[in-house]
């Protein structure tokens, strides 16, 4: 599933939409990809919702950003594991290479969800020690 094209700027909405195209005929897999896709499209306007230049500050931006992205990477680790499960027991021919790719992607997210929370938790540090040397 590939996205065409990406703005910061869309308005908040749904960045993906599911299609039956999308569909593999295992009910199971595809109400779980339903819910990666709705998972993707909150993490979206999670993003959207950031502040910008304009000064406008929306309430609980970061909170929500996170969760969002912590539903993400918790949602596609269970997705993937559940699915790796259904290729070992189906014997899918390409199981070894398909596991891989999951890791390899697992292993990524983890390290952009975790750089992004080590950058806010910073962000909250520089603001407290300006706030408490200003005095
Ligand atoms: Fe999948």
Known sequence: MKIKSYSTS??????????????????????????????????????????DSSGVVVDDWQDSLLNALRECVDYTQTHFRDEENLMQAAGFVDFTQHKSFHSAFVKKILET????????????????IFCMTGF
């Open 10 to 51: 869309m308005p908040n909405r749904d960045i993906v939409v599911w299609d039956s195209k999308f569909e593999i005929k295992i009910p199971f897999i595809d109400a779980q990809h339903k819910k990666l896709i709705e998972l993707c499209n909150n993490l979206h306007k999670a993003i959207i919702a950031m502040p």
């Open 113 to 128: 969800a975790k750089s992004f929370e080590k950058k806010i938790k910073l962000a909250h540090y520089d603001l407290f």
